[in-house]
């Protein structure tokens, strides 16, 4: 059985993506965690601060649970989710700095998948519950799902997946075509670089990389597209926008310092403009096997 983690805050897009994940955990036979976190002053005892009383948070923490039982009965009542059947869900909060305490329910939890939800497009410097967007891009260790708040949910058909060829990517592919195998979706690999397309030469790199592919992972709905574009991004984002494509996937790769403090990554520029929801996959190295 798979998981899937949902960080929440009662916002309307995080309610989009509590939606959207129901959905899909229908679909892949999945529990769903609801999880919410709350701010708090530092706990360290700073000379002339006040130190927060620690019963203030006994009561926070009380008050977070009663709202969280409410969500998931509102929820649960909701005759728009309850077709073909309502997923199991449960429910935590926690109170701290936000991104460490959603990374830590990622490892208390170990999701297969997190879905959140994103403010809409052009607006995503800020996710709720007061994180940055590449703060959780660049802490992910698992697959993680960013749903505009436009963004409405309909059967996944086609995955398009970004690759530079690295042999790294393989072990993504294998893990986007298990994670969501009973859509049984075209998974469409992406490679964008300002030379014309080689796939026909057998002895260059997107041919080798393809055969690959082909060797191993035991997937058979997977194609390969080439996108003549000097500017990646531009031509990631025609492809969002133009190649029917219910998905974009993209490995976030970790730049040098300097490259990340001018440019920031693909994956951090694509979140800033994508229309449609972007699946951040983790950068895995280890040897690809299912």
């Not at 994956?267 to 929801?277: D, G």
Request: net charge negative; glycine share 4%; proline share 7%.
């Amino acid at each position: 059985m798979k998981k899937i983690l949902v960080p929440i805050d009662y916002s309307s897009h995080s309610d989009n993506a509590v939606s959207y994940a129901i959905e899909i955990a229908k679909k892949i036979n999945a529990d769903i965690h609801l999880f919410h976190g709350l701010e708090a002053p530092e706990l360290i005892a700073m000379p002339g601060f006040m130190v927060w009383p620690a019963e203030d948070f006994s009561e926070m923490k009380e008050e977070a649970d009663e709202d969280m039982e409410k969500y998931l009965l509102k929820l649960k009542e909701d005759p728009a989710h309850q077709q073909p059947y309502f997923p199991n869900i449960t429910f935590s909060t926690s109170i701290g700095v936000t991104t460490q305490v959603i990374n830590q329910a990622i490892i208390d939890q170990q999701p297969d998948l997190v879905i959140m939800g994103m403010e809409g497009k052009g607006k995503i410097d800020r996710f709720f519950l007061g994180s940055t967007s590449k703060q959780m891009i660049e802490k992910a260790s698992v697959p993680i799902l960013l749903v505009p708040a436009i963004a409405q949910y309909h059967p996944i058909n086609k995955i398009a997946f970004a690759t530079d060829l690295s042999e790294s990517d393989l072990n993504s592919i294998h893990d986007l075509a298990r994670l969501f195998c009973l859509y049984n979706p075209e998974i469409l690999l992406v490679h964008a670089d300002d030379r014309p397309s080689d796939f026909h030469d057998p002895k260059s790199p997107s041919s080798q990389f393809l055969n690959r592919v082909t060797c191993n992972i035991n997937y058979g709905k997977i194609y390969y597209r080439h996108i003549n574009e000097t500017d990646i991004d531009k031509g990631l984002k025609w492809l969002s926008e133009n190649g029917q494509v219910d998905i974009l996937s993209m490995i976030h790769r970790h730049p040098s310092i300097v490259s990340r403090i001018l440019e920031g990554s693909h994956t951090q520029k694509m979140a800033n403009s994508i229309h449609l929801p972007l699946l951040v996959m983790p950068e895995n190295k280890t040897p690809i096997g299912w």
